[in-house]
């Protein structure tokens, strides 16, 4: 019988050297792919550079050509009812045509919207911007986007009346092209407050030359069947 040395009694078999490398690199390689992934998610949380641009709908085209644009980028709220559902950010508001700009994320891994993703593709949200006075715009202008797990709108709200009001919220419904009614809405959160914080916004030299009205953008209304709802009053 074949007598091992001491030190070849010590030293593993090659089967299981192979075996802890294998799993060593497939360690290192699951966290480097799990800290990429969470850095995309952080960075794609704040929408796509597509979504966070301001674009020229045909009432800004058309205040820019003749005195220039004024525009403001508000405080995010984000004081929403489903949580982590949705999300409302890059919140722009250009004086003069009353309009307000601003993205929406949802969350695709979310059960409801996963289901509504999965039946009507990314056109499937409807919107209505109403104020504490029970005042209600229902048509906009919008373009989509989709990264990982988010899905994205950009909606722009025109000839917004703030004479009175102190509050906006956006409500966000399932687009099913049937009437609803605001106890219908999936979600609401805050867009504006008349106190809330707001800066100038230079609009960048992309956005300048960027083609006026932009031709993606597409016209949205919900067919609302009711225009007041008590919770939206003062």
């Known amino acids: 019988m074949e007598m091992r040395t001491e030190e070849e009694l010590r030293t593993p078999p090659k089967a299981l050297l192979v075996l802890m490398k294998v799993i060593k690199w497939g360690f290192i390689a699951g966290l480097v792919i799990m800290i990429g992934w969470m ?37 995010d709220f984000n004081d929403n009812t489903l949580g982590r559902a949705f999300y409302i950010g890059n919140i722009h508001y250009t004086a003069g045509i009353s309009q307000f700009q601003f993205m929406i994320r949802y969350n695709k891994f979310n059960e409801q919207i996963d289901t509504l993703v999965a039946e009507r593709g990314l056109h499937c ?22 990264r990982l797990m988010y899905g994205y709108y950009r909606v722009s709200f025109s000839g917004v009346d703030l004479t009175e009001a102190t509050e906006l919220k956006v409500y966000v419904f399932a687009d099913s092209g049937e009437a609803v009614t605001m106890a219908d809405a999936l979600e609401s959160c805050v867009v504006w407050y008349s106190d809330g ?32 709802d008590e919770e939206r009053k003062d």
């Open 39 to 75: 850095m995309l998610r952080g960075f794609y949380q704040k929408g796509t550079a597509k979504m966070k641009q301001y674009y020229f709908t045909e009432e800004a085209a058309a205040l820019y050509e003749a005195e220039g644009l004024r525009v403001e980028k508000l405080l």
């Open 125 to 146: 949200f409807s919107f209505v911007l109403a104020d504490n006075k029970g005042n209600t715009y229902t048509e906009y202008e919008y373009m989509t986007d989709s």
């Open 197 to 228: 914080y707001k800066e100038d916004y230079d609009l960048s030299r992309a956005e300048k030359k960027s083609e006026k009205p932009h031709p993606t953008l597409q016209h949205g209304n919900t067919n609302l069947t009711e225009t007041a």
